[in-house]
């Protein structure tokens, strides 16, 4: 089985959230299920050279507006599986993944040099495996593609769905000179007065794919489908909700090197030491027996921060530290900067995207994390948080519900807490029943037991997309 992964972010490469996780870790993983798994993303600036392998693909042509341009592919094995990186300055040298005019564009663009470096490389997958929006392109040529051109003709597609709020929405008058003005194509992107990336990768794919189980049947509700859910109710035949794993080679507080000091389920012991250099880092006292209350996110609406704007002085008031971690929209940044300017003693933030050491730390140091999403279609802090003996506090919403289990003190068994309705005063009412079992040690660390045992490992993940790829590959 031959698949080529599409994505515009992947870990060790470049990331803004769960998607570049995710492409990082499931061509490693697939390559353990026998799949030949092989992954193209675009070679940004701030992509760190020192992961190319130094050899590349030359001059392949990419046809784009009525000229032949002469791309160059760098290789890279840094992912655990090959990896193709487009070398295109004009539309990839820029300081950030997304967030141009013309991101319709640069991923237009990234698409039809994807497909063209298959062919030159003479490599036919069985699937072509497309991520969110950019990949609407890619779906809706091959599947073009595959009526004249019989190098593309027995390829199959599948686009995964890991956030179905992000549509790549552009001038449809772009549609003509990007390639898709003919009617069909037309028809397949406009939803209401723009054209969707999204939605015509939709319709154009041999299959779906999204990252949990409840995340795919919340997207054909009307609440949840961001105007697409009587779409993917018509393609609920082919549409699979697998849910993300974890790469354990890099989340794990064993061998973390970016801690202060691991431990494992066996010996929690070095989570304190981790507890104080957090503390140290964010310049708060360094008072280990006070909870402390994290959480690491994209500050966008999803995410839940509304709910945690209304009660961050009653999380205050509870005694515990409050740290915060995230890039995003003004209106939350500034937020957190008020909060710790009114609470410099209890309250630590970092405005921005930090990397990856700094998450480790707070996901190491911290005892519980929130997130209290308003939906989410899966989510890997919290699974992160568990391995991490810390203990996630959800809504029950996407992948959050069907990854996190409410703690039963009766029985002993439960991974976090859990609440239902997105009100600020529910998401208190959580954090205040964390806080009572925090304060019962017994109860506490059977609650983070029960977290660092779960198996959340992209072994099984992987099974179930191969699974998906072989049904796929014989339609
Ligand atoms: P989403 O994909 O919606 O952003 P996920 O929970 O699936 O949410 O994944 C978020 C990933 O991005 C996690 O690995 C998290 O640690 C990381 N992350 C989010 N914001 C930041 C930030 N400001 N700095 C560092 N890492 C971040």
Same mark, same amino acid.
């Given at each position: 089985?031959?698949?080529?992964?599409?994505?515009?972010?992947?870990?060790?490469?470049?990331?803004?959230?769960?998607?570049?996780?995710?492409?990082?870790?499931?061509?490693?993983?697939?390559?353990?299920?026998?799949?030949?798994?092989?992954?193209?993303?675009?070679?940004?600036?701030?992509?760190?050279?020192?992961?190319?392998?130094?050899?590349?693909?030359?001059?392949?042509?990419?046809?784009?507006?009525?000229?032949?341009?002469?791309?160059?592919?760098?290789?890279?094995?840094?992912?655990?599986?090959?990896?193709?990186?487009?070398?295109?300055?004009?539309?990839?040298?820029?300081?950030?993944?997304?967030?141009?005019?013309?991101?319709?564009?640069?991923?237009?663009?990234?698409?039809?040099?994807?497909?063209?470096?298959?062919?030159?490389?003479?490599?036919?997958?069985?699937?072509?495996?497309?991520?969110?929006?950019?990949?609407?392109?890619?779906?809706?040529?091959?599947?073009?593609?595959?009526?004249?051109?019989?190098?593309?003709?027995?390829?199959?597609?599948?686009?995964?769905?890991?956030?179905?709020?992000?549509?790549?929405?552009?001038?449809?008058?772009?549609?003509?000179?990007?390639?898709?003005?003919?009617?069909?194509?037309?028809?397949?992107?406009?939803?209401?007065?723009?054209?969707?990336?999204?939605?015509?990768?939709?319709?154009?794919? +041999?299959? $779906?794919?999204?990252?949990?189980? @409840? /995340?795919? %049947? *919340?997207?054909?509700?009307?609440?949840?489908?961001? !105007?697409?859910?009587?779409?993917?109710?018509?393609?609920?035949?082919?549409?699979?909700?697998?849910?993300?794993?974890?790469?354990?080679?890099?989340?794990?507080?064993?061998?973390?090197?970016?801690?202060?000091?691991?431990?494992?389920?066996?010996?929690?012991?070095?989570?304190?030491?981790?507890?104080?250099?957090?503390?140290?880092?964010?310049?708060?006292?360094?008072?280990?027996?006070?909870p402390?209350?994290?959480?690491?996110?994209?500050?966008?609406?999803?995410?839940?921060?509304?709910?945690?704007?209304?009660?961050?002085?009653?999380?205050?008031?509870?005694?515990?530290?409050?740290?915060?971690?995230?890039?995003?929209?003004?209106?939350?940044? +500034?937020? $957190?900067?008020?909060?710790?300017? @009114? /609470?410099? %003693? *209890?309250?630590?933030?970092?405005?921005?995207?930090? !990397?990856?050491?700094?998450?480790?730390?707070?996901?190491?140091?911290?005892d519980m994390?929130?997130?209290?999403?308003?939906?989410?279609?899966?989510?890997?802090?919290?699974?992160?948080?568990m391995?991490?003996?810390?203990v996630p506090i959800v809504?029950?919403?996407?992948?959050?519900?069907?990854?996190v289990e409410q703690f039963n003190p009766s029985t002993g068994t439960g991974t976090g807490f859990k609440f239902?309705?997105?009100?600020?005063?529910?998401?208190?009412e959580k954090i205040r029943e964390a806080l009572y079992f925090y304060g019962r040690p017994d109860d506490w660390k059977k609650i983070q037991r029960n977290g660092?045992l779960?198996?959340?490992?992209?072994?099984?993940?992987?099974?179930?997309?191969?699974?998906?790829? @072989?049904?796929?590959?014989?339609?």
């Amino acid at each position: 089985m031959r698949v080529a992964i599409l994505t515009s972010e992947a870990v060790p490469f470049a990331k803004t959230g769960g998607l570049a996780d995710v492409s990082g870790a499931l061509p490693k993983a697939l390559t353990e299920q026998d799949v030949d798994a092989r992954l193209i993303l675009p070679l940004y600036d701030q992509i760190d050279r020192g992961f190319l392998n130094g050899d590349s693909i030359e001059d392949i042509r990419v046809e784009w507006r009525g000229q032949v341009h002469h791309v160059r592919f760098a290789l890279s094995d840094a992912a655990g599986a090959p990896a193709y990186l487009l070398e295109t300055p004009e539309f990839f040298a820029r300081p950030n993944i997304y967030g141009y005019k013309d991101d319709h564009i640069r991923f237009a663009y990234f698409s039809r040099a994807a497909l063209a470096l298959l062919k030159h490389l003479d490599w036919q997958p069985d699937v072509v495996n497309g991520n969110d929006w950019p990949s609407g392109f890619a779906m809706q040529e091959l599947r073009a593609r595959r009526r004249y051109d019989p190098f593309f003709q027995p390829i199959r597609t599948v686009l995964s769905l890991h956030n179905v709020g992000y549509q790549g929405f552009f001038d449809p008058g772009d549609l003509w000179w990007l390639g898709f003005g003919e009617r069909p194509e037309v028809d397949d992107f406009m939803l209401e007065r723009s054209a969707s990336a999204l939605k015509a990768g939709i319709i154009a794919a +041999d299959a $779906l794919s999204t990252v949990s189980p @409840r /995340y795919s %049947r *919340e997207i054909q509700t009307r609440d949840q489908g961001h !105007g697409l859910d009587w779409l993917l109710r018509s393609r609920a035949d082919r549409l699979v909700g697998i849910a993300n794993g974890v790469d354990y080679t890099i989340w794990n507080p064993e061998t973390d090197p970016d801690i202060a000091a691991n431990f494992s389920v066996d010996d929690l012991s070095g989570k304190r030491e981790c507890k104080i250099d957090l503390l140290r880092r964010f310049g708060l006292p360094q008072d280990a027996e006070r909870p402390i209350i994290a959480v690491i996110s994209r500050l966008v609406k999803q995410k839940g921060y509304d709910l945690i704007r209304q009660i961050a002085p009653a999380i205050v008031q509870t005694g515990s530290f409050f740290i915060a971690l995230g890039a995003g929209a003004s209106e939350y940044e +500034d937020f $957190l900067q008020q909060l710790h300017e @009114r /609470y410099p %003693r *209890e309250v630590g933030i970092y405005k921005g995207y930090a !990397g990856e050491p700094l998450a480790h730390q707070i996901e190491a140091g911290a005892d519980m994390f929130l997130m209290p999403s308003l939906y989410e279609p899966c989510g890997l802090n919290q699974m992160y948080s568990m391995r991490y003996g810390t203990v996630p506090i959800v809504r029950a919403t996407g992948g959050l519900d069907d990854t996190v289990e409410q703690f039963n003190p009766s029985t002993g068994t439960g991974t976090g807490f859990k609440f239902g309705p997105y009100e600020a005063g529910a998401l208190l009412e959580k954090i205040r029943e964390a806080l009572y079992f925090y304060g019962r040690p017994d109860d506490w660390k059977k609650i983070q037991r029960n977290g660092m045992l779960v198996d959340n490992s992209w072994e099984a993940a992987a099974k179930k997309y191969a699974e998906l790829y @072989r049904e796929v590959a014989q339609l």
